[in-house]
């Protein structure tokens, strides 16, 4: 089953506003058989709304909006859709009682304003919705040439809605089938070189479909099975994972929203590890990696974001000449680093970082994106030169998860493989 959507709202266009509705909407229809063909995104433009939907549902007949049904002049998504159906707003005693009642229950002083009750006048013919965390109802439109939903913009009213409302009503017109997907987490590992290794196996797949998604994190797999029962879709999933799985250690660290960090504080957690960390260039990000996840406190001891040399030395222990002979990026600083990290915070393991952020300071042996990484666990060390590409932010993100990859390589077991960092 085929879906478009339109979302509505200046604030899209302009890049104000990052459109997560679609996305929200696009993963609920999924899971239910609907498949999302088509994204358009217009202002709040009654002519260019009308268009849009028209458009929409000649060629998909089955169409849903987002945006406009609120109670100011700018909310026109409701009569432009009236219009493509050739229908007249009509007010809808019911739901008027309904606003009036819901404004007296939230203690507002005086009586509901005008404008309020503009959204109480309904597309004649329309299918209410109920959305019990706002005014503005979603609403559904049918006739021969298809259906138009209109669902609000406030994302945590449009998702209740698609779940409890739409979802619903779409299942049933696809007759039990759903899509399904599932994503396989790689860190470490080029895409290039992902596909080398992935390709041999891509006919065992079918007829799931296979995707690469590389990012600062790494490279997702995503296997997506397109149409059935969700019983066979979960199988075909299970069987295609279970097939790339072995061909993806150790560059695999988990699925679907797997964080590194959090996998890390497993690792930990399971070897009766505490964790510390010593950040130069990544200024506290792979501490603020790990502490953003819950209970973080039992396994993560403490970091030292030592930018300045002397809090190397005052802190890590650093000893000064190491500094002096080797510079703040370099190998035998980032291991003196991380032992410091250690012994400061009595952890069994830490990771240092070190480099060239940028855009200034690099040098002709040490240009920009140059990144030092140490690890130590037990009696183990292991060290990372990196060359990474791209601005200040995206070093420093690539860094943060270079540094965690480390850790958990290092805590899950000894490993030849290489270390690529996109």
């Known amino acids: 089953m085929d879906v478009e959507l339109v979302t509505i709202g200046a604030e899209l266009l302009l890049g104000l506003t990052l459109d997560t509705n679609a996305a929200d909407l696009a993963r609920t229809l999924a899971s239910v058989g609907a498949r999302v063909v088509r994204r358009t995104t217009v202002s709040d433009d009654a002519g260019a709304i009308r268009d849009a939907v028209a458009a929409a549902l000649g060629r998909s007949r089955f169409v849903i909006t987002t945006g406009g049904l609120g109670p100011t002049n700018d909310d026109v998504t409701k009569q432009a859709v009236a219009e493509v159906y050739g229908v007249r707003l009509v007010l809808d005693d019911v739901y008027l009682a309904r606003l009036e009642q819901r404004w007296r229950r939230l203690g507002r002083a005086g009586p509901m304003p005008v404008a309020n009750r503009s959204q109480a006048m309904l597309p004649e013919g329309a299918t209410v919705l109920s959305n019990p965390r706002g005014t503005a109802p979603g609403l559904w439109l049918e006739d021969g040439r298809g259906v138009v939903v209109l669902l609000p913009g406030v994302p945590h009213e449009l998702c209740a809605l698609a779940a409890d409302e739409v979802a619903p009503r779409v299942a049933q017109r696809a007759g039990g089938s759903v899509i399904l997907s599932r994503v396989l987490r790689t860190t470490g590992i080029a895409e290039s070189q992902l596909a080398d290794r992935i390709g041999p196996v891509e006919p065992q797949l079918r007829p799931a479909t296979l995707a690469y998604l590389p990012s600062f994190d790494g490279v997702d797999l995503r296997v997506t099975v397109w149409s059935g029962p969700r019983a066979e879709a979960e199988a075909l999933l299970g069987r295609a994972a279970a097939a790339m799985r072995p061909l993806l250690a150790p560059w695999y660290y988990g699925e679907d929203g797997a964080d590194l960090a959090a996998v890390v504080l497993d690792r930990a957690r399971d070897a009766g590890a505490r964790l510390a960390t ?145």
């Open 278 to 422: 010593a950040e130069s260039c990544t200024g506290g990000l792979v501490a603020a990696r790990l502490t953003a996840i819950p209970g973080a406190s039992a396994t993560f001891a403490g970091g030292v974001v030592a930018y300045d040399n002397a809090v190397k030395t005052g802190e890590l222990g650093v000893a000064q000449e190491l500094l002096a002979i080797h510079g703040a990026v370099s190998e035998p600083v980032v291991l003196a680093m991380a032992d410091g990290a250690r012994a400061r915070f009595g952890a069994d393991t830490a990771v240092a970082v070190s480099g060239i952020a940028g855009p200034n300071g690099g040098t002709a042996d040490k240009p920009v994106g140059t990144i030092w990484l140490a690890g130590s666990w037990r009696d183990v060390h292991r060290t990372l030169r990196l060359a990474l590409p791209g601005d200040r932010a995206e070093i420093r993100a690539r860094a943060t998860q270079a540094a965690l990859n480390l850790l958990r390589r290092m805590l899950e077991g000894p490993s030849d493989a290489p270390v690529v960092v996109h």
